[in-house]
């Protein structure tokens, strides 16, 4: 078939550090074992903002130009040969990674640690496989994901990837009903890892971060119970000082927190090394930290404090099996107020406007910016 007879549609491309170029290419049929899907509504996350402001998200950095995008839902509009289970004009979740199916990791279901896995809009892998800023995309029906009710088109958007990161670090964290929770950085993972916590029957929610105003945005709207404020500070000398910061910092807010031995389940959700560092301090004697957030590439830890107090440090990365679980969650309303947490709507056409304003966190008018969904 000729490129000439096949429609055309518009994709978002990044060529390089804030180089978004809006593009039409040509929509080819979906192929045997996928789904075409109209997308509707993709939530801008912080790894689509590193990749734009730096051409780069930590060691993965782009070699070609690549559609940014993999908080994504939308509409089937085409199905390719032996898809079965999906119809046109069904709503559907993306699921961004595409895993090989075939080696031990996704046979004993951690496929998010599969070598030959491929995610949309990430420069890990290469030839890139393209993300969710584009008006339709072919897509492997096996991580579609049916969407009941209807209504949760935007929610899922905006939501089901993010969340599946917060259940798969919650369910490694193997947190239970009872226990206590602290959450570095509220930022949208930040704030969705409180609302998993509050799920989950934690006991007391608590947050930590340098911007008040999100701090306020977090209690006021029923994210955690209690909240801390770092004061900022000139950058340690050395490391021994910025250990020792990190230690009396923790101090201070456990005095504020009145919980003098720490926390259950700490979830680190801001990469940055002076937060890793506290959120060992933060952990009680026999708990956990999760290390949700993407920063910092080598980090100094005070690793004497957790191994004598048997600190457990888990990492989290993506997540495995959780999308039925986060749709399900959505649609339950057990979440709170997640919908609070989309602040602003952009067309495809205004994507680089969208990220602009992400990597400023504050409109014109000095309302926050947390999470920018592009409906087209």
Same mark, same amino acid.
């Given at each position: ?5 096949? $429609? ?8 390089? $550090? ?11 049929? $979906? ?52 898809? #079965? ?29 599969? #070598? ?29 994901? &049916?969407?009941? &009710? ?105 005095? #504020?927190?009145?919980? &003098? ?62 999308? &039925? ?45 947390? #999470? ?5």
């Amino acid at each position: 078939m000729s490129p000439v007879a096949l $429609p055309s549609q518009s994709t978002a491309v990044l060529y390089g $550090p804030k180089d978004l170029r809006v593009e039409d290419r040509t929509l080819w049929p $979906p192929q045997a074992g996928q789904a075409q899907v109209a997308v509707l509504a993709t939530g801008l996350c912080g790894s689509d903002l590193h990749y734009y402001l730096h051409g780069r998200n930590g060691d993965f950095a782009i070699q070609a130009p690549l559609v940014l995008g993999h908080e994504a839902a939308g509409v089937v509009t085409a199905v390719g040969p032996g898809v #079965k289970g999906l119809v046109v004009g069904q709503r559907v979740a993306i699921e961004a990674g595409i895993m090989c199916n075939k080696c031990d990791y996704c046979a004993s279901g951690r496929y998010n640690l599969c #070598k030959e896995m491929r995610f949309c809009s990430s420069a890990k892998t290469f030839p890139h496989s393209d993300g969710t800023l584009q008006t339709v995309m072919n897509h492997p029906a096996h991580v579609l994901h &049916p969407l009941t &009710p209807r209504k949760l088109l935007i929610r899922a958007g905006s939501f089901s990837r993010a969340l599946s990161v917060l259940l798969h670090a919650a369910r490694r964290s193997q947190l239970s009903r009872g226990q206590t929770v602290l959450v570095f950085g509220v930022g949208a993972i930040g704030l969705l890892a409180c609302s998993v916590a509050q799920s989950m029957g934690a006991s007391r929610i608590v947050a930590i971060d340098i911007n008040p105003a999100r701090l306020d945005f977090a209690k006021s709207n029923g994210f955690a119970d209690d909240t801390f404020c770092l004061p900022l500070s000139d950058k340690a000398k050395t490391t021994d000082e910025q250990l020792r910061r990190a230690k009396e910092s923790m101090q201070s807010a456990l005095q #504020k927190f009145d919980e &003098p031995d720490g926390f259950d389940v700490v979830f680190e959700c801001t990469g940055a090394e002076p937060c890793i560092q506290m959120s060992i301090h933060a952990a009680i004697s026999g708990g956990k930290v999760m290390l949700v957030g993407m920063g910092s590439r080598n980090v100094m830890l005070p690793l004497s404090s957790a191994a004598l107090r048997e600190v457990d440090i888990q990492g989290s990365f993506r997540y495995a099996n959780t999308y &039925p679980a986060a749709l399900a969650l959505l649609a339950s309303g057990d979440l709170g107020n997640v919908d609070a947490l989309v602040t602003h709507r952009f067309s495809l056409s205004q994507t680089a406007k969208a990220f602009s304003l992400l990597a400023r966190g504050k409109d014109e008018d000095g309302k926050m910016v947390l #999470k920018n969904p592009s409906a087209y």
